[in-house]
Antibody, heavy 120, light 110 residues
């Protein structure tokens, strides 16, 4: 059973860039898409984007101008950078795996999530 | 983009009862590309159903999904205490690589 583990700074100031990393426990990083999904406290889920091991990405159009994803297959890690953050970006950020297909598919498994708080 | 509306917002039932959760799409979802997740407090979502009616590995058969077009349903045939949680639907039927989630249904103990 593959495990995903997010890591990040926890607290970031408004207008700054937050960087998060997800570490994958096995080599499936080479054969699946990996996604970032976020959830503000008490609210629903929002898909941010996905990346394949080749570096191919797809982003949610609503966030595309501020999102950059990257992958380091040698470390079994992929990363999210979200720029110009505001309080509206405060949320739990999850990484999750999805099938290797053109369509997004479903998410399984998920990491346990990392809380990002935007505050001065 | 396809919007999903889940109903009811909150469902109050007792263990042993049958739960029926609805997910309605703003337009037809291609190939019934609907997913259901369960989320408990402080935990990540857990995949239950994909492709509208296919149970994920390890999911008990009291969970079933159905529907097509714009109307989809998650049914829990006989509620167990551990089933009380928030349930989300998700669609991936867009022609673009994009997906959206419903706002969730909270299933609470009556």
């Amino acid at each position: 059973q593959v495990l995903l583990q997010e890591s990040g700074p926890g607290l970031v100031k408004p207008s700054e860039t937050v960087s998060l990393t997800c570490t994958v426990s096995d080599d499936s990083i080479d054969s699946h898409y990996y996604n970032w999904i976020r959830q503000p406290a008490g609210k629903g889920l929002e898909w941010i984007g996905r990346i394949f091991s080749s570096g191919s990405t797809n982003y949610n159009p609503s966030l595309k101008s501020r999102v950059t994803m990257s992958v380091d297959t040698s470390k079994n890690q992929f990363s999210l950078q979200l720029s110009s953050v505001t309080a509206a970006d405060t949320a739990v950020y999850y990484c999750a795996r999805s099938p290797p297909s053109a369509i997004i598919g479903w998410f399984d498994p998920w990491g346990q999530g990392t809380l990002v708080t935007v505050s001065s | 983009e396809i919007e999903l509306t889940q109903s009811p917002g909150t469902l109050s039932l007792s263990p042993g009862e049958r739960a029926t959760l609805s997910c309605r799409a703003s337009q037809s979802v291609a190939d019934s590309r609907i997913v259901w997740y369960q989320q408990k407090p402080g935990q990540a979502p857990r995949l239950l159903i994909f492709g509208a009616s296919n149970r994920a590995t390890g999911i008990p058969d009291r969970f079933s999904g159905s529907g097509s077009g714009t109307d989809f349903t998650l049914t829990i045939s006989r509620l167990e205490p551990e089933d009380f949680a928030v349930y989300y639907c998700q669609q991936y039927g867009s022609s673009l690589p994009m997906c959206t989630f419903g706002q969730g249904t909270k299933l609470e103990i009556k």
